[in-house]
C-alpha cells in the first residue's frame, strides 16, 4: 500500500469504498479452498484472515480519523501492527463460517462509509477540516485495500 497522495477522479467516493469492499468479498468467496499455505507478496506475509483484518482495520482506522475530525477533535494515532505482522489467528483455515462473519463486517463497515460520504457535500469531501487527506482522498485510498485481497487471490481454481 503506498502513502502518496491518492489519486481522485469523478467516481462517488462512496462507490469507490463499497465496489473494494465487492471485490475483497468476491475473492474472499473463493477462501475457503485454501490449503493454509501463505502467500508472499512485498515481503510480507498474507493470509485469507490477514487480508480480511488488513481491510476492515484501515476502514475502522480511516472512518476514525474522518469522525474525529468532522468533530473538530484530534486524531488517534494509529497504533496497529498492519501487514508487518501475522498472527496465529491470521494461519487459521478460513471457513464458510469465517466468509459470513467478513461478509457481515465488511459489508456493515462498507454501508457506515457509503451513508457517512453521500452524507457530505462536495466541498467537505474536497476540503476537509483538520489535518490530513480529504476525505475524498481518503475514499480512494481505501479503495487500494484491494491489495490484501488480492495479495490472496481468487483460489477457485483450487477446488
Same mark, same amino acid.
Not at 59 to 70: C, N, Q, Y
Not at 103 to 110: E, H, K, N, P, T
Not at 121 to 147: C, K, M, N
Given at each position: 500500500? @503506498?502513502?502518496?497522495?491518492?489519486?481522485?477522479?469523478?467516481?462517488?467516493?462512496?462507490?469507490?469504498?463499497?465496489?473494494?469492499? $465487492? +471485490?475483497?468479498?468476491? =475473492?474472499? %468467496?473463493?477462501?475457503?479452498?485454501? $490449503?493454509?499455505?501463505?502467500?508472499?507478496?512485498?515481503?510480507?506475509?498474507?493470509?485469507? +484472515?490477514?487480508?480480511?483484518?488488513?481491510?476492515?482495520?484501515? #476502514?475502522?482506522?480511516?472512518?476514525? &480519523?474522518? &469522525?474525529?475530525?468532522?468533530?473538530?477533535?484530534?486524531?488517534?494515532? $494509529?497504533?496497529?501492527?498492519?501487514? !508487518?505482522? @501475522?498472527?496465529?489467528?491470521?494461519?487459521?483455515?478460513?471457513?464458510?463460517?469465517?466468509?459470513? *462473519?467478513?461478509?457481515?463486517?465488511? =459489508?456493515?463497515?462498507?454501508?457506515?462509509?457509503?451513508?457517512? =460520504?453521500?452524507? =457530505?457535500? /462536495?466541498? *467537505? #469531501?474536497?476540503?476537509?477540516?483538520?489535518?490530513?487527506?480529504?476525505?475524498?482522498?481518503? !475514499?480512494? +485510498? #481505501?479503495?487500494? /485495500?484491494?491489495?490484501?485481497?488480492? %495479495?490472496?487471490?481468487?483460489?477457485?481454481?483450487?477446488?
Amino acid at each position: 500500500m @503506498t502513502h502518496e497522495i491518492p489519486i481522485t477522479d469523478d467516481r462517488s467516493p462512496a462507490l469507490v469504498v463499497t465496489a473494494m469492499v $465487492d +471485490h475483497v468479498l468476491g =475473492l474472499a %468467496a473463493t477462501w475457503t479452498a485454501w $490449503d493454509g499455505r501463505p502467500f508472499q507478496t512485498d515481503q510480507r506475509i498474507y493470509t485469507p +484472515h490477514k487480508a480480511i483484518r488488513r481491510v476492515a482495520d484501515h #476502514l475502522v482506522d480511516h472512518l476514525a &480519523e474522518l &469522525e474525529a475530525r468532522l468533530a473538530g477533535h484530534e486524531t488517534v494515532p $494509529d497504533r496497529w501492527h498492519a501487514s !508487518a505482522i @501475522t498472527t496465529p489467528a491470521d494461519l487459521a483455515p478460513f471457513t464458510e463460517q469465517d466468509l459470513e *462473519e467478513a461478509s457481515s463486517r465488511l =459489508l456493515r463497515l462498507a454501508r457506515i462509509w457509503s451513508a457517512r =460520504l453521500n452524507a =457530505l457535500t /462536495s466541498d *467537505e #469531501l474536497d476540503r476537509s477540516p483538520g489535518e490530513g487527506w480529504t476525505f475524498r482522498q481518503i !475514499a480512494f +485510498h #481505501l479503495g487500494g /485495500s484491494v491489495y490484501y485481497a488480492d %495479495a490472496v487471490g481468487d483460489l477457485s481454481a483450487v477446488h
